[in-house]
């Protein structure tokens, strides 16, 4: 059974239809890279799939749930997690505590357990701080730990992004364009970075611009535009297809020539 | 009967437009929900009251004056208490007209207490027959005074420069500010405009009810009912909405007892914003 | 915790058992009033410096919880013992459900809703005669029941020392629970709420459920604070419980400071104390703190605890530079 599958989603505002009958499917631990140019519908299809927007017709299973029309919070907490187009996480607060907010769905000392201070509350705190230390090394945050998430490095902001995501212990992570902003050196190590993610038994769904990261890193990818599937496969078939190459040809963020370098 | 009470209405309704119509343009150009708007409203009132009573000045030049000065304390206190707020959450703004509202009221009561004052306007009890109907001078004049604001304000918004420059802004902030248009002169001139409106409304209620430092809660409140019905920015749902809360008034008046009337008001609030944050016709 | 912060927590508490029998009459009178707004003012410091929601409304629960105390005490005669959570109980069921309404809207719009049931309540006190006396108030509200002690001694609660310690008492409790609450999981994912809440949502936060909840607390102790007051002042009225009461919290947490558990105390004991001992200033109050309002909110966002803790994060920046203390070399 696939992780996650997506039939017929259908999304409109009003009279512009942004996702038009997509359907795909993600396999466990498996990379799929997601590709088209701007306003094709790609973060959208995010908000779809984690319950920020309700899909117009269509539905999205994740495992053996029906997760369509689900509230965010309860999607992430069945296994889907996502970082964001721009850099979105608590800027006045520390790394560690940034990580811990992640933590918040794998725990669940309420009022009472807060107010006596019970031994679970203890105890999930102390599973706490293993566990973001756990991420912190995989993304290689450890320095920063008491920094000011607004404080650190940019390419770090973003691996504080994907920290987080991870810190909700998904099965699949969304990631949004993670690599915008960063320059050779750093979208290399990023490029580690998810092959590492991938190692822990985690699906990725990748929205990417930067052509030879996601040639990198996936093994599937589809492409969008304009709300539609227009073609997948795997990244040799995607870079001989005729009509991606016609899409994309002109299009600054389809780098053709990074491709042929590789 | 019920056309003299629609009548009524329609007059009671006329000035309430005038009032929301002042909240719902700062709201759409500038993103502001300004609390103290009701208390410009209630300075206008007194400034005309203070011209008619102690200097025995015109009316409609009083309203004049009591609109001008009003437009010019709407452009200090843009200037002084929400532009150093410029980029902070819009929550700020809210917050601080909030203080504006609570500092200008008691200032107001300090200055002239709590005794009702009115304007005895010599005029102000000649009645005029229109058929079965029967409405005072005053009330006349109000209205038709009213109306005139109202398509003056029309033209300007369409035709002139300065209203077509306050539409792109409203429609697009940023995309006006590339093309030169100056986002401090458009916040400036939309409180000038929003207060001078709010002044005027407040002399002509005033030359009808009583006026007094409190008065500028309760048509607040309305006016607030009025714009996030009629919908928040749009000029033609304050007008509407102000129509439809005039008439429903006085109507209710007749039917319903005056305290309970209050509470129905504030339950039609809860509803509006619960179901219909957008209003009949609002643009977000 | 240290050993310095230890006996400061230490004085500040004798300091608190021993100030009753330091002052009396009327200037005691006034910590006791002090004391219930530093519960009122903490208890929408949760709404507001944790959730991130202003509230304009929330006298009417100070309301609520003074009404169903008087009633249950005078008129079914049920002890104050039981009526004092009882109130508090009663203020939170009703504020859930305000919450249920209010908390769908965000940022004005919230404030304005809140405003709006605040104003139903305070007409439903006024106009349902049958049941709070409309106007006129509730007098002869009697003082808690005494407690039966050991050899036939009562503790009575007719005095003002005897009130001052029930007051902060509860005083006490509520910083006490808002402390440990701010400071636990629970905690966190509220200011994660306020800081982004579509964020915290994506984070799996359920962000409608802690919102519900953190209001809920909220009430419950503006009711307690309600009871309290009734039998504190043996006197209510509708006009304890409008408009200007909850405008006078919401401008203590603002200008004491949003977010902080110090932040209202401060601003409740300012806004309570300053007015009574400047006579000179007293009918100005309002327009004071209208001024203040605006002041604090364009200058000093983070209020009178915000520039507090800038003054003493200087000092000791400066007692660095002077060399008293020698601090990690660069950074």
């Not at chain 3, 002869?140 to 050899?151: A, D, Q």
Request: charged share 15%; glycine share 10%; aromatic share 10%.
């Amino acid at each position: 059974m696939a992780l996650l599958e997506v039939k017929n989603l259908t999304k409109s505002f009003g009279g512009l239809v942004a996702i038009s009958d997509l359907s795909f499917r993600i396999g466990q631990e498996e990379i799929l890279g997601l590709i088209g140019p701007n306003g094709a519908g790609k973060t959208t299809l995010f908000n779809l799939v984690t319950g920020v927007l309700p899909p117009s017709s269509g539905a999205i299973f994740f495992g053996e749930h029906r997760i369509t029309g689900k509230p965010p919070y309860e999607i992430t907490k069945l296994g889907i997690a996502r970082t964001f187009q721009s850099l979105r996480h608590f800027s006045n607060a520390t790394i560690f505590d940034n990580l811990v907010v992640g933590r918040h769905c794998r725990t669940r000392a309420g009022l009472w357990h807060a107010i006596l201070r019970t031994s679970l509350a203890r105890n999930e705190e102390k599973k706490n701080k293993e566990k973001a230390s756990e991420v912190m090394d995989l993304l290689g945050l450890e320095s920063y730990q008491t920094d000011l998430a607004k404080n650190i490095p940019q390419a770090m902001q973003r691996h504080l992004d994907i920290g987080i995501a991870l810190a909700t212990e998904p099965s699949l992570l969304l990631l949004d364009e993670p690599a915008a902003g960063m320059n050779p050196e750093e979208t290399s190590r990023l490029v580690e970075l998810i092959k590492r993610i991938q190692s822990k038994g985690i699906a990725i769904l990748i929205i990417e611009h930067d052509m030879n990261v996601i040639m990198d890193v996936c093994e599937r990818i589809f492409v969008l535009n304009y709300g539609e599937k227009i073609s997948e496969g795997s990244p040799e078939e995607i870079q001989e297809n005729p009509e991606v190459i016609e899409t994309y040809l002109g299009k600054e963020d389809f780098d053709l020539v990074s491709i042929e370098s590789n | 009967m019920l056309l003299q009470q629609l009548t009524n209405g329609f007059i009671l309704g006329c000035n309430y437009a005038l009032i929301a119509i002042g909240l719902t343009i700062i709201f759409g150009i500038l993103n502001i929900i300004n609390l103290a708007h009701g208390e410009i409203y209630m300075l206008g009132a007194f400034v005309a009251f203070f011209l008619v009573t102690l200097w025995e000045v015109n009316f409609f030049i009083a309203l004049v004056i009591a609109a001008i000065s009003m437009g010019i304390l709407g452009i200090i206190i843009e200037r002084l208490v929400f532009r150093p707020l410029q980029g902070k959450e819009e929550i700020n703004y809210f917050i601080v007209s909030v203080g504006l509202l609570i500092f200008i009221e008691n200032g107001a009561l300090l200055l002239w207490g709590t005794e009702p004052r009115s304007m005895a306007l010599p005029y102000a009890s000649q009645i005029v027959r229109f058929g079965e109907v029967i409405v005072t001078a005053q009330r006349l004049y109000t209205v038709g005074i009213a109306i005139l604001i109202i398509l003056g304000l029309h033209f300007f918004i369409q035709y002139s420069k300065m209203g077509r420059a306050m539409r792109a802004t409203e429609q697009d902030r940023e995309g006006a500010m590339t093309v030169g248009i100056g986002i401090n002169e458009i916040s400036s001139f939309t409180f000038a405009l929003s207060s001078a409106l709010a002044g005027a409304a407040g002399a002509l209620m005033g030359s009808l009810f009583i006026i007094q430092p409190m008065m500028g809660f309760s048509p607040l409140i309305k006016a607030f009912v009025i714009v996030v019905l009629g919908g928040l920015g749009s000029i033609l749902g304050a007008i509407v909405g102000g129509l439809i809360l005039g008439m429903t008034e006085v109507l209710g008046a007749v039917y319903i007892s005056s305290a309970y009337q209050e509470v129905y008001a504030f339950i039609i609030l809860i509803l509006v914003l619960l179901f219909k944050p957008r209003g009949l016709f609002g643009k977000r | 915790m240290g050993f310095k912060r230890f006996i400061a927590y230490l004085g500040a508490l004798a300091l608190l058992v021993a100030l009753p029998f330091l002052i009396e009459g009327y200037p005691l009178h006034l910590v006791n009033i002090s004391g219930i707004w530093i519960i009122l003012a903490l208890s929408l410091g949760l709404i507001q410096g944790y959730i991130g929601e202003i509230s304009m409304g929330h006298a009417a629960f100070f309301g609520i919880g003074a009404y169903s105390s008087v009633l249950l005490t005078m008129n079914t005669g049920v002890s104050f013992w039981l009526a004092l959570p009882a109130a508090g109980l009663v203020t939170m069921i009703l504020g859930y459900a305000i919450g249920l309404v209010s908390l769908r809207l965000r940022g004005p719009y919230f404030a304005i809703c809140t405003l709006a049931f605040g104003e139903i309540i305070r007409l439903i006190f006024i106009n349902w005669r049958e049941l709070t006396q409309g106007p006129d108030g509730i007098t002869g509200i009697p003082s808690p029941s005494p407690i039966p002690l050991p050899f036939g001694e009562t503790l009575s609660f007719s005095s003002k020392e005897a009130g001052y310690f029930l007051i902060y008492a509860l005083v006490c409790l509520t910083i006490f629970v808002i402390y440990r609450i701010v400071n636990s999981r629970m905690g966190k994912a509220i200011m994660a709420i306020r800081e982004d809440q579509d964020y915290a949502e994506c984070m799996g936060i359920n962000t409608m459920k802690y919102k519900r909840m953190v209001f809920s607390i909220s009430t419950f102790f503006a009711g307690l604070a309600g009871c309290i007051f009734a039998h504190y002042m043996h006197f209510i009225s509708p006009y304890s419980f409008t408009i200007g009461q909850s405008f006078d919290l919401v401008i203590m947490v603002i200008v004491g400071g949003m977010g902080t558990i110090i932040g209202p105390i401060i601003g409740a004991v300012i806004l309570t104390l300053i007015p009574e001992l400047l006579h000179a200033i007293k009918d100005y109050r309002l327009l004071i703190y209208g001024l203040m309002l605006m002041l604090i909110i364009i200058y000093f966002p983070h209020g009178i605890a915000g520039i507090l803790k800038d003054l003493k994060d200087r000092c000791f920046r400066d007692g660095k530079k002077l060399g008293v203390n020698h601090g990690p070399a660069g950074s």
